[in-house]
């Protein structure tokens, strides 16, 4: 049987552009998501949904919570394609839910990105997590949802 | 191992804070923030700083603990 995990939308100002006389909202869609720990679960955390990336990215004390296997060190790339806006992660697999306010989904195990610092968000990406999922998506009537199982 | 439910008002101030978020980016960003009854009661740059002082402001188990960017980023 599958379950739905509601996700929410998330209209921003641009402060910056907004400076500039330039006005659009920057959509972001959030989903909510546990972490299995050493000695339980850690409570709720609000992710970013991001479908370009292929991994989820867990800040440093947040995954250093989890129960975490570690696999590799690695280097993180963004959008600027240069050494020194590239990022130092580890990657290691960790085992997480989903949730909304009234659902949670089985146990995922998900390899990902362990960066070395908290100055990033959760992104969630696809490896173990938007992969097992079907994502549904209607930013005009404000509903999303992904669906797994 | 048994996942603890989160009490509904952990949920309330989740969504409060992400309702509020603009706020937050001009007064705390790159922060994390622990909210407890509709009010920022930790700001901080590591999570497990913001709950330890939010635990110890409101004596709360389950306080929502929020990332705040600074400006819109594409990831």
């Known amino acids: ?149 | 191992m048994e996942r603890e439910k989160m009490p509904s008002e952990f949920w309330e101030d989740q969504e409060w804070a992400l309702d509020h978020y603009e706020k937050w980016m001009k007064e705390y960003p790159y922060h994390w923030i622990a909210v407890v009854n509709k009010e920022v009661v930790a700001a901080e740059k590591d999570p497990e700083k913001a709950r330890k002082v939010a635990r110890e402001k409101t004596g709360k188990r389950h306080i929502p603990i929020v990332y705040i960017e600074g400006h819109i980023h594409v990831y």
Not at chain 1, 7 to 20: I, R, S, T
């Open chain 1, 1 to 149: 049987m599958s379950i739905r995990i509601d996700l929410y939308f998330k209209e921003f100002e641009n402060p910056d552009l907004l400076e500039k006389g330039v006005v659009f909202p920057a959509i972001r869609l959030f989903t909510q998501i546990r972490f299995k720990t050493r000695k339980g679960w850690t409570d709720a955390y609000l992710a970013i949904l991001d479908t370009g990336a292929p991994t989820c990215v867990l800040p440093l004390k947040i995954w250093s919570e989890c129960d975490v296997v570690l696999l590799a060190d690695h280097t993180l790339r963004g959008i600027i394609p240069k050494e020194e806006c590239s990022l130092p992660v580890l990657v290691g697999k960790i085992t997480c839910v989903l949730v909304d306010k009234e659902r949670e989904s089985d146990e995922l195990e998900a390899i990902a990105y362990l960066a070395m610092t908290n100055d990033v968000p959760i992104l969630i990406g696809f490896q173990g997590l938007l992969e097992v999922t079907r994502l549904y998506m209607d930013y005009r009537n404000k509903r999303a949802f992904l669906e797994i199982g």
